[in-house]
Every structure is written in structure tokens, then in C-alpha cells.
């Protein structure tokens, strides 16, 4: 370890700049502290502020680990854009250091094909493949990146991965990019780059005493867009059952029986069915109390509160009870059925789906439930309370260390480093002390005051409590902004309702640039490109558009947050109070800070960007101040900022880039 110590020296001192690389000395403390937090057995956690270049400060000390210890390392983000990126990063930085590791990128099962799938689908006569599937299987395409972008999203779902088991899928062996991936990953002593998702997965197995899905020699983990790790984790152990979702899996494990057996079990499939109307409507009907009974408005939420009192639960076990029925007689009657390759994943599928609601309610007090509407869609959605253990449990106190990294990490910039990263400790029970280390912020090196200002309204109806007019009043304002940077702006929102209900206006006037919004799945990247291409256009998103998406190559003067990104009520959230006992506000404003952060690294991304990023929300004005407005304004990396719009044109016209 400290002969590895000074080869990172050498490296960053003498030999980086050989190779024409930059000298960042946030970059080689990183380096060097990640490397003293292996000598000392420790975990580790930093904020890297954007520009500090925080990929080669991890992947130097990194790779020479894995090539001494001859071990595996995983690296694991939460985007497959960074994937990529660091795919890159690292055949960029191993020629540096004379080492040749193999490396691994593992996405997602369902960007990769499934060439069973794929036939079964291809030979279906209802089926209408579209030109631009069947010429990329001709061509051999084994990803969805290779397809065509035209390629709709609803038929990708249809062929590719979907329930992966190396038992199962072992037929496909030979042919199935994602089961060679799989595979090699047993036993790579190489680099792992996969998502968070799958790492968490990896552990889970492991700490419960079963084969992990990577090599177990594996025991340095980094864990970067680190922010997103408890979301991660408790997506990870959160089910989601909806009423059509349930439907269509019975359907389809009816449907797997032979058609003498589908009228034994008909009568229980119609019990199911008949359960499963009385729970969901009993569901709807506990959301439409909330909107109607909430002192906010409600109406743009999309999480409400389960309510275990009245009918709900009898429902709800009656409804689990119905399915097991089902399952049982279901697997009952596959058991009989000795055809050969018949599958019956679905019929296993509604098998589990018992199995988890009967787990939800023998363990009911330790869950957190909640409903989820996404549009005339109800799920039923829960996972554990105790999400800050379990991460703990599984990053921070097993055999393996972990680096943890982002550009958004802090929620202070005072105070001890317990309290600046504080938010983040009590999300992921962090060991802060003798078994983790907690570095000091490396702030970002760009000149955010010389190249940026942020305007910020004082003068706006409240979003929630007057939204109607927050809204009419909000578009006369984003209007007003994009006409000093004649667009050339990405528009980001906390609310989808928000961001469709201003595209709407928006698209009914005659501007002089093009309005593009935020589509589902892979249809974005169609608006993406456009967005890119058009000097001028401007992009409404929400959700990862603060921080996911690339628009690597845009011109880009003028970052629009419309609406601070205060979460709307919110179980999540109001457990997450109950369990710290602090006050509401104390939970939501080192979040709504750490997601502004988010934001305003969309517009400076490197030593020569230059631009204004407006706020269109009225909360963070000066007077009257609310209680949080000197932390928040203290945290944010641009400090010079106004509320008037003339100051504001003043300052964009400045720039070098209005000028070109």
C-alpha cells in the first residue's frame, strides 16, 4: 500500500503532466487521501465539485490496487451515461500507469437483447415487427443502443431481457451478449463498471450467505453520483404491484396452462380478479381523500399515504389470499405439464407476488407503504423502514471498503464535517470516525462569479398555495428570461404536472425558438439530438434531466429551475422526520440544496462556460427572508445573484458568448 502511495505520486507529479493531462490539485489530494484511507482500512467520502475531475481521482489509486492485490474492483453509478463516460476514463488512464485490466461494463438486463424473446415475438402473426428490429437482429445488434432511435420503446420491451437466471437462459449461452456478461463477472479480476442498482443487488446476496452476482474476491467497491445511494437501496427493496400489472400477470400465467386445465382454475382466477377490483378501488378512493381533505394542494402529488385503519387491510388480505389460491393451482397443474422448453416464469412471477404480500403483512410495522398515482394508474408501493440500516448493512460493514463520491454530497459549507455532511450521513448511516473518512469538500475550480449569476424572484404567488396563478404569473416571467438569452435554456422542474402544463402554454404562442419537452424511454433521445442541434431551442425536463441526461455539445446560456424542488407531501419524506424527529423543513431543505447544486452544474461544466441560472419561485427571496434562506444562498457555488431582470440583461450581455 505505501509503495502504491508513491507510484500515485509519481503519477500525478511527473508523469500526468508528460502526457499533456492538467494539473488539478483537488484531483491529487483526492488521490492521495483515498489511498491513505486504504492503508488505514477506512471507508471514504468525498464532494468533488464539478471540474475537479474526480474520475481519474479515483480510478489512479483504483486500478493500481486492483493490479497489486490482484482483486476485482467495482465501480458503480447511477446512470448509464457516466457508465459510458468512465468506460472511456479508464482505457484513457490504464496505458498512463502501464497496466492492462480487463473491464467489464455491465448495464441493465433490459438494454441487451433476448434472442428468444426476440423470435417469439418475430414469429408472432399478431405481431407487426417493426423495419428498423428486424434489420438491426439481421445485422447482429445485441444492444439497444445499437438499434435504431426510431426503434419505439413499446417494442424494445417485447425483446429484450427481461427475468435473466443463468439456469433459465443457459440455452442462450452461446448467443446472448447479457449471459456472457453475467458470466464473466464470476470471474473477472478485472473492472466492473455497472449501476448502483446492481451492486446493492451483489450485496444483498452476499450478506445473506449466497453466491453474489460478481466475483466475492471483490472488496473495493466506489460508489460515485454517491447523493443517489439511498434512493438506489430503497428502490432496490421496494415492491410495486398494480391493478393492470396483476391482471396482465394472471392473464399470462393462465395463458401458459393447456387449455384443458385453464376451466379448472377458472373459477379462482375470477376470485382473484374480483379481489384484486375491490383493494385498487379501495386504494383510489384514499387518494381522492387526501386531495380533497389536504391543507395543500395535493393534486401534483404523486405519492399519498397508505391508511392501514378501516377496510383497507381485510382488503388487502383478502386480495393476497385469492392470489395464492390462484398460484397454487396454477403451479399445481405446471407441475403436470412434461412438454419440453415450456416455460412458466410468469406462473413463478404471481408465485412471488404471494409471497411478498404475505411477508408485507406478517411484517406490516416495519414497512413503509404508500400509494402512487401516475395518472389513472394506482400502485401499491412498499419497502422497509429501516432503509438507512440496510445500507449500512451493506456498504459499510461487510469485508469490502467503499469510496463514496459526488459533486453533491454536502448540505453546508460550515461547521464540522459531520455537520456539512450530515444529510448524507443520515441517509446512509456513513460510519463517520475510526471506520470512515470524511474528506474536506473539494470545491470546484471554475470562476462560477466571473461567468455566472443567478436571478431569483421576490415577487411571484406561491407555488403550492396559489398555484393557478403561480403558473400564469411564472410563464409571463420564463418568458421574459429566455428573452435575454433568445432561448438557448434547459427549463428544469420538480413537478411533471408543472412541466406539462407549461409546454402547453408555451406551445400555443409564436416564438422565435423552439420549445422541445422530456419524452418516456428511449424516445428522449430523439429530443435530445434536436435540442443539440438547435442553437436556440429550449428543453422543458424533470426528474433525471437535473443531473442524468448528456447534452454534451449544446450551447447552453441559461439554466430555468421553475419551482424550487421542495418535494410536495410526500411519505417518503415524513417518515424520514418521524424516524430523526426534526422538523419537516429540516429534511427538505438540505435536499431541495443538494438538487439546486444539481442544477447549476447543468450550465458550468468547464473552464470556458458561461451563463445565468434563474429561479422562478419566490422562496429564497430577501425579505421578508425565510428561516432557511442564509444557509441555502451560503451553500450554492454562485454567489453573485439579483432579483432584478435588468441587472440580470446587464450581466448576460456582458459575456463573451452573447457577443459571438
Not at 52 to 79: D, Q, W
Not at 239 to 262: P, T, V
Not at 301 to 325: C, Q, V, Y
Request: charged share 25%; with cysteine.
Amino acid at each position: 500500500m505505501y509503495s502504491m502511495s508513491e507510484q500515485v505520486s509519481t503519477f500525478f507529479w511527473d508523469e500526468a503532466p508528460q502526457h499533456g493531462l492538467e494539473m488539478r490539485e483537488g484531483q491529487q489530494d483526492m488521490s492521495f487521501e483515498i489511498v491513505d484511507a486504504l492503508i488505514n482500512d477506512q471507508h471514504f467520502a468525498i464532494e468533488a465539485g464539478v471540474g475537479i475531475g474526480k474520475s481519474f481521482g479515483y480510478l489512479v489509486p483504483v486500478l493500481l490496487y486492483s493490479k497489486r492485490m490482484n482483486k476485482p474492483v467495482i465501480i458503480a453509478t447511477s446512470t448509464i451515461a457516466l457508465q459510458e463516460q468512465l468506460w472511456r476514463d479508464v482505457h484513457a488512464v490504464m496505458p498512463l500507469l502501464g497496466l492492462n485490466r480487463d473491464v467489464i461494463l455491465a448495464k441493465g438486463q433490459t438494454h441487451y437483447l433476448c434472442n428468444k424473446r426476440a423470435d417469439e415475438y418475430m414469429c408472432d402473426p399478431k405481431a407487426d415487427p417493426p423495419d428498423a428490429l428486424k434489420e438491426g437482429i439481421k445485422q447482429g445488434y445485441e444492444e439497444r443502443k445499437d438499434f435504431p432511435e426510431v426503434l419505439p420503446q413499446g417494442v424494445w420491451d417485447k425483446v429484450n431481457v427481461q427475468r435473466f437466471s443463468m439456469k433459465n437462459c443457459s440455452s442462450c449461452e452461446k448467443k446472448c451478449k447479457y449471459y456472457k456478461v453475467r458470466a464473466a463477472l464470476k470471474f473477472t479480476d478485472g473492472v466492473v463498471l455497472c449501476n448502483q442498482d446492481f451492486l446493492t443487488q451483489h450485496l444483498m446476496k452476499l450478506r445473506r450467505g449466497q453466491e453474489g452476482l460478481i466475483n466475492a474476491a471483490a472488496d473495493l467497491l466506489v460508489v460515485d453520483e454517491a447523493h443517489n445511494l439511498d434512493d438506489k437501496v430503497r428502490s432496490a427493496t421496494t415492491e410495486r404491484f398494480g391493478q393492470g400489472m396483476l391482471f396482465g400477470m394472471i392473464k399470462s400465467a393462465f395463458y401458459e396452462l393447456r387449455s384443458f386445465d385453464q376451466s379448472s382454475v377458472s373459477g379462482e382466477k375470477r376470485e382473484a380478479e374480483s379481489a384484486i377490483i375491490a383493494f385498487y378501488n379501495c386504494l383510489k378512493a384514499q387518494v381522492q381523500k387526501q386531495i380533497n381533505e389536504a391543507e395543500q394542494d395535493m393534486r401534483y402529488a404523486d405519492r399519498f399515504f397508505f391508511d392501514n385503519n378501516g377496510s383497507a387491510i381485510e382488503l388487502l388480505t383478502e386480495m393476497n389470499a385469492a392470489i395464492h389460491n390462484l398460484s397454487s393451482s396454477i403451479q399445481i397443474y405446471s407441475s403436470m405439464d412434461f412438454r419440453n422448453n415450456r416455460s412458466f416464469a410468469v406462473s413463478d412471477d404471481l408465485d412471488a407476488v404471494s409471497e411478498s404480500l404475505s411477508e408485507l403483512l406478517d411484517q406490516i410495522d416495519d414497512m413503509l407503504i404508500w400509494i402512487e398515482q401516475h395518472g389513472s394508474n394506482t400502485e401499491l408501493v412498499y419497502c422497509p423502514k429501516n432503509t438507512k440500516e440496510i445500507v449500512s448493512r451493506l456498504y459499510f460493514n461487510g469485508d469490502e471498503r467503499t469510496i463514496l463520491t459526488s459533486a453533491t454530497l454536502t448540505n453546508a459549507t460550515s461547521g464540522s464535517l459531520e455537520e456539512q455532511y450530515s444529510y448524507f450521513i443520515s441517509n446512509t448511516g456513513f460510519p463517520a470516525g475510526d471506520r470512515g473518512c470524511l474528506s474536506e469538500p473539494k470545491p470546484s475550480p471554475y470562476p462560477y462569479d466571473e461567468h455566472a449569476m443567478i436571478y431569483y424572484c421576490d415577487d411571484l404567488p406561491h407555488p403550492t398555495r396559489e398555484h393557478e396563478a403561480f403558473i400564469e404569473k411564472g410563464v409571463e416571467r420564463l418568458l421574459e428570461i429566455l428573452s435575454i438569452s433568445n432561448g438557448k435554456a434547459l427549463v428544469l422542474f420538480t413537478a411533471k404536472t408543472d412541466m406539462e402544463e407549461v409546454y402547453s402554454i408555451l406551445s400555443e404562442k409564436n416564438l422565435p425558438y423552439k420549445i422541445l419537452m422530456q419524452q418516456p424511454g428511449s424516445s428522449q433521445d430523439k429530443v435530445l439530438n434536436e435540442f443539440k442541434e438547435d442553437t436556440n431551442s429550449v428543453l422543458l425536463g424533470t426528474g433525471a434531466y437535473w443531473e442524468g441526461i448528456s447534452i454534451e455539445g449544446k450551447s447552453l446560456s441559461n439554466v430555468i429551475i421553475f419551482r424550487l424542488p421542495f418535494p410536495v407531501p410526500d411519505p417518503i419524506i415524513e417518515y424520514k422526520c418521524s424516524v430523526a424527529k426534526d422538523a419537516l423543513m429540516d429534511v427538505r431543505v438540505p435536499e431541495m440544496i443538494i438538487k439546486l447544486k444539481q442544477g447549476i452544474g447543468r450550465l458550468i461544466r468547464n473552464f470556458t462556460d458561461t451563463g445565468i441560472v434563474c429561479i422562478i419561485d419566490r422562496r429564497l427571496r430577501d425579505e421578508p427572508p425565510e428561516r432557511y434562506h442564509d444557509i441555502t444562498w451560503d451553500s450554492l457555488p454562485i454567489k453573485n445573484r439579483t432579483s432584478s431582470l435588468g441587472e440580470l440583461r446587464k450581466f448576460y450581455e456582458g459575456l463573451p458568448s452573447a457577443k459571438e
